[in-house]
């Protein structure tokens, strides 16, 4: 029997093909080259480059928590612990594991935080178990994904950071990432239940008072037409349908690319 590779690299001509590498799989696909892995928890296809390949169907991205969203009431616990700490302006990192009991919330004790990094010893897990999420907080600065951020979170997963959240406008953008490829995907798609007053950054218009020189902000239109005129569309391309959600690559204008901002000026 022929041994699998770490590695393969593999043509998408019908739709994405089966699992090949033991680590991850390249696709190449009519909308670019994709990273594709998975793990107990999660089913991730990130974005590396985006191409115009005639001939071959698009796959657009994937972010899939295998055993279902997260329960509203970690993100809540999550959401009311960072709050606390947030008070002395430290960040907090908050771990979420899949094993055979369902989810769970962890917090690193050993956790060392400064105003712009956490570092932890990694918990050591059971056999069965894996990471679903990694969620640190930015306590009253934006939420954004930083260079240290990007150089920490090189890992298969589901990666999070809330921001601003002393003031009325809090903030929150999710990422799914494999091996330093990163897919923006929405809150609702990790989470169970409501995200609050939280501004899902990726796919949310700014709170209305960031606006500059914003016409008709008061014109009655809902929520969602005024973010489908403000984004052209991007939050209704993504179609969420039930864990599985697909976005489309950054740089073709459907969604907006992450902000890329050191933490330090
Ligand atoms: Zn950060």
Redesign the pocket.
């Known amino acids: 029997m022929q041994q699998r590779p770490y590695v393969d690299y593999l043509i998408a001509r019908g739709g994405s093909p089966p699992r090949s590498g033991l680590i991850y799989d390249y696709l190449l696909a009519g909308d670019g080259v994709w990273l594709a892995a998975e793990n107990a928890a999660l089913r991730i296809r990130a974005p590396v480059a985006p191409a115009d390949v005639r001939g071959l169907p698009p796959l657009g991205g994937l972010c899939e928590l295998r055993h279902g969203r997260l329960p509203a009431g970690l993100w809540e616990a999550c959401v009311a612990v960072a709050r606390g700490v947030a008070a002395t302006r430290r ?1 907090i990192l908050f771990l979420v594991i899949h094993g055979p009991g369902g989810y769970r919330l962890l917090i690193p004790e050993d956790q060392v935080a400064t105003p712009t990094r956490v570092a932890y010893t990694p918990p050591v897990l059971a056999v069965g178990e894996a990471v679903a999420l990694a969620l ?1 907080s ?1 306590h009253t600065m934006p939420a954004f ?2 260079a ?2 990007d150089a920490d979170e090189r890992d298969l997963g589901l990666y999070g ?1 809330v921001g601003r959240l002393l003031s009325d406008t809090p903030e929150v953008l999710l990422r799914g990432g494999a091996y330093v490829h990163w897919l923006p995907i929405p809150w609702e798609t990790a989470f169970a239940g409501s995200r609050g007053a939280f501004r899902d950054v990726a796919f949310d218009p700014p709170h209305r008072h960031e606006r500059d020189n914003h016409e008709g902000a008061d014109d009655g239109a809902t929520d969602d037409d005024e973010r489908a005129r403000r984004e052209g569309g991007a939050a209704r391309e993504v179609r969420p349908t039930q864990r599985l959600v697909r976005t489309w690559l950054p740089g073709q204008g459907r969604t907006r690319p992450l902000a890329r901002r050191k ?1 330090r000026a």
């Open positions: 960040e640190h930015h994904f930083s240290i951020d950071v933490e």
